[in-house]
């Protein structure tokens, strides 16, 4: 899935605790941490970027919030009814097993071969730097890693209803779980890694309804297309920001979160009702606005990060958001008008609202007083999340789509 954002997090209901049983032995194929080296020699340590570990070179999980990628599962009988042949007769399976033959081919089955340079460099990012770039190779291991997950038992349950539709699922989940794998392994190069088989089993996992879980991945896969390319294109115009090798895949990885994205703009068209009606309208805007808004506060907390390859974080997120909509409003019924300036405006409000929180939580005020403080503060975000979600939108959606491919416009 995406970058950063794959399982991205909305603000809807969830259920949790759920586990996905055939999800553990496959896991195997990722490198998981217990082969990860510990830290470099020479190198600050974990315990001194405060970090919490396992056992040595195996970090502890982030603990998870509202901006955390999570593990996701669904109703897997209503897909299994939903994508079966002997009911479903009209399913378009020719667009389907043309598509299976595009993932077959696996483009990308050289792609991700580690050189000689990732360690090197590791070892010279020092200082805050080091720091981001684990948080931030963490994030992106466990956003892939929860797709591989929901992928692979997608795959599994729809095999025998509809085996096109679940060998595609298998197929990407082989994807997810080789981005995952090279994320954890650029992780070990910083000393610390992942235990991904130990996720599997004790993470919480959230349950999405099906056309949740296709809103959701659909922005998720697409925004993460419109995320690498943005850097990459970046990057390969300012060489001297290239601090990590890992940045000089993200052209050919990017062509994996848009093929996965051109498959779920499959799976909407096979189910019109998803697409057709007010509560179609409804959904698809409040999806795209709770996965911006999610990606504009998650990355303006982290904004050094960014700042270290050379880019600037408000412009970047606009940017990505303003490309994502204008893909999504393709096939959603309904999307944002993310171009009105009084979007940006209570976007920005949204961020100092926050700024203003993380401020209360980091004094060293008395927890009561804390709350007292915060209290305002939740009513102006609530607010102007309201506001958000009730601004200008464009009713746009067509069945009609095409791939993005190379036709992306250059950041």
Not at 100 to 112: G, I, M, R
Not at 116 to 134: D, L, S
Request: contains cysteine; neutral net charge.
């Amino acid at each position: 899935m995406a970058f950063l954002m794959h399982g991205t997090n909305t603000f809807a209901p969830c259920v949790n605790g759920t586990r996905i049983p055939a999800a553990a032995p496959v896991a195997r194929r990722c490198p998981v941490a217990a082969r990860a080296a510990a830290a470099a020699p020479g190198t600050v340590n974990e315990e001194s970027l405060g970090f919490k570990t396992m056992r040595r070179g195996i970090k502890e999980a982030a603990s998870e919030s509202i901006l955390t990628p999570r593990f996701y599962t669904t109703n897997f009988e209503a897909m299994e009814d939903m994508f079966s042949l002997e009911r479903n007769p009209d399913l378009p399976m020719e667009e389907f097993d043309a598509m299976l033959s595009e993932f077959k081919t696996d483009y990308n089955q050289t792609h991700f071969v580690r050189n000689n340079t990732f360690k090197k460099a590791a070892e010279n990012i020092q200082g805050p730097n080091r720091k981001i770039f684990i948080e931030f190779l963490e994030r992106s291991c466990t956003a892939e890693f929860s797709g591989f997950l929901l992928y692979k038992e997608l795959g599994r349950r729809l095999k025998k209803t509809n085996p096109v539709v679940a060998e595609i699922f298998t197929m990407m989940s082989r994807d997810e779980a080789r981005h995952a794998g090279f994320l954890n392994k650029a992780m070990s190069d910083f000393g610390l890694a992942l235990d991904l088989g130990f996720l599997t089993k004790n993470r919480k996992y959230t349950f999405f309804e099906p056309k949740f879980i296709f809103y959701a991945t659909y922005l998720s896969e697409k925004i993460g297309y419109w995320r690498y390319i943005s850097i990459y294109r970046h990057l390969q115009r300012n060489p001297d920001n290239q601090l990590y090798p890992l940045f000089e895949y993200f052209e050919n990885w990017c062509q994996d979160e848009n093929r996965h994205g051109d498959f779920f703009t499959a799976l909407l068209k096979s189910q019109p009702q998803f697409l057709d009606d007010w509560k179609a309208k409804l959904w698809s805007r409040f999806f795209c606005l709770s996965v911006y808004v999610t990606m504009y506060l998650n990355d303006h907390q982290r904004s050094s990060f960014y700042e270290s390859l050379g880019l600037d974080t408000t412009q970047f997120n606009r940017h990505v958001i303003i490309e994502t909509n204008k893909t999504t409003a393709r096939i959603f019924p309904q999307v944002p008008d993310c171009e009105a300036p009084i979007f940006w405006e209570r976007m920005e409000n949204l961020i100092n609202c926050n700024k203003k929180l993380a401020a209360i939580g980091a004094s060293e005020a008395p927890a009561w007083l804390k709350n007292l403080q915060r209290l305002p503060v939740f009513e102006r975000f609530a607010k102007n999340l309201l506001l958000v979600f009730l601004g200008p939108q464009l009713d746009i959606g067509s069945v009609d789509f095409v791939p993005e491919g190379d036709a992306a416009l250059a950041f």
